[in-house]
């Protein structure tokens, strides 16, 4: 009895053996889309653990069948053209899913550290020499709302620059809304923790379907922060529709 439970149990290990490429390349893929979809979906750590593994999990769905039958293809090819190695199934096997897997985590690194990229494409398209980007956070809806903050110290000239050829209007205090719902706001969306205090100024350019704020304190200046949030249609740069 005990060799047939012996002999059965060395039938199972030597199948799952043979099956380890087909595990390896499950697992590689999980983590390509992990890489994929964490750094894209949020700057913060604990978004980007939870929606990440979740986001991941609905690609791998996605996506694990086509990559099963795509190995058992070239399993066939290599044992029918080539001569049998573990080495060689193990890399040839999983070479697509490798070449997915460095593909997102380049692009993570991307989105990690492309925060001067951002800041040109949402602040101002040539960064002046007298800013220095502090603090960067954003985050990404399923519906394609984008949230993004920046903090970052301008000397006064560049400033008024910006203000001025971004087209922004200064928001009166008896329109505004009070000082803690911003920070209450750029910290649960964007996660930039915004050190404002009163008195304040706040400037906003209304587009087609985002605004851009700006905020900075009086007696602190040179401190700057910006806000992109989803905002409603409009006719003209400050115009709401």
Same mark, same amino acid.
């Given at each position: ?19 380890? $490429? ?8 999980? =983590? ?64 697509? $899913? ?6 997102? *985590? ?57 203000? &001025? ?5 200064? $928001? ?7 000082? *803690? ?13 915004? &050190? ?26 040179? $401190? ?10 409009? =006719?003209?740069?400050?115009? *709401?529709?």
């Amino acid at each position: 009895m005990s060799i047939r439970v012996d002999s059965w149990l060395r039938g199972v290990l030597t199948k799952i053996g043979s099956l380890k $490429v087909y595990f390896l390349g499950a697992f590689l893929l999980y =983590i390509a889309c992990f890489f994929d979809s964490a750094t894209a979906v949020s700057s913060a750590l604990s978004e980007r653990l939870v929606i990440g593994s979740m986001l991941a999990l609905l690609l791998w769905i996605l996506i694990a069948p086509f990559q099963f039958l795509l190995q058992l293809l070239g399993h066939w090819m290599i044992r029918k053209f080539c001569e049998r190695g573990i080495r060689r199934e193990l890399l040839w096997l999983n070479l697509p $899913v490798i070449l997915f897997l460095a593909y997102a *985590a380049y692009s993570g690194l991307q989105n990690v550290r492309s925060k001067d990229d951002a800041f040109k494409r949402l602040v101002v398209d040539e960064i002046p020499s007298s800013v220095s980007i502090k603090k960067y956070g954003y985050s990404r809806g399923s519906a394609g709302d984008n949230y993004v903050a920046f903090e970052f110290q301008i000397g006064k000239v560049d400033l008024d620059n910006l203000l &001025k050829r971004g087209g922004f209007s200064l $928001v009166s205090p008896q329109e505004d809304l009070d000082l *803690a719902t911003y920070k209450g706001l750029i910290k649960a969306h964007s996660h930039v923790d915004a &050190k404002l205090e009163a008195p304040w100024f706040h400037y906003i350019l209304r587009l087609k379907g985002n605004e851009k704020h700006i905020f900075f304190s009086t007696n602190e200046p040179e $401190v700057v922060y910006f806000w992109l949030r989803p905002g409603p249609e409009v =006719i003209g740069p400050n115009l *709401a529709r």
